[in-house]
């Protein structure tokens, strides 16, 4: 579908951008060099970035999906720092398993969004809109 939209993020980067399926951009390398980029589908505002600070960062995503017209669920592999792309700020995220509420971080100017989940191992995060 070339109107589809993704979001990219380039590896150490905290800034995603935005782009069509049928876009292209040029990226430089320095002899030797490497970039690495996470590109994502926005599905209904939100797109799952992965773990930060990791080559493969989507690889820490099990599935990702909308529970209902509200609720968006994330289950991950195990802990760490976890990045979305997310057009509006969520009202809390949480920890499904437990339901305890987790502190995130949201930039409005970039609409990043990453939270931090206690602990290791596999769990599901809840993003409620």
Known sequence: CTDSVYAVLE????EPVLRK???????????????????SAVNRGVAPLGILDMFNSGGIFESCCWENTTT???ALA????????SEKKPVRVEDSSTGQEIEYIYNTDT?????????????ELSLVF
Do not use: C, M, N
């Not at 590896?11 to 905290?14: A, K, M, Q």
């Not at 195990?78 to 792309?85: D, L, M, Q």
């Not at 969004?113 to 602990?119: A, D, H, I, M, W």
């Open 11 to 14: 590896s150490g980067s905290r």
């Open 21 to 39: 399926a049928d876009e292209s951009w040029r990226v430089s390398l320095s002899p030797g060099g490497f970039r690495i980029f996470t590109v």
């Open 72 to 74: 968006y669920k994330a």
């Open 78 to 85: 195990s802990g760490g720092e976890i990045a979305f792309y």
């Open 111 to 123: 609409r990043f969004l990453t939270v931090k989940p206690e602990g290791t191992g596999p769990r």
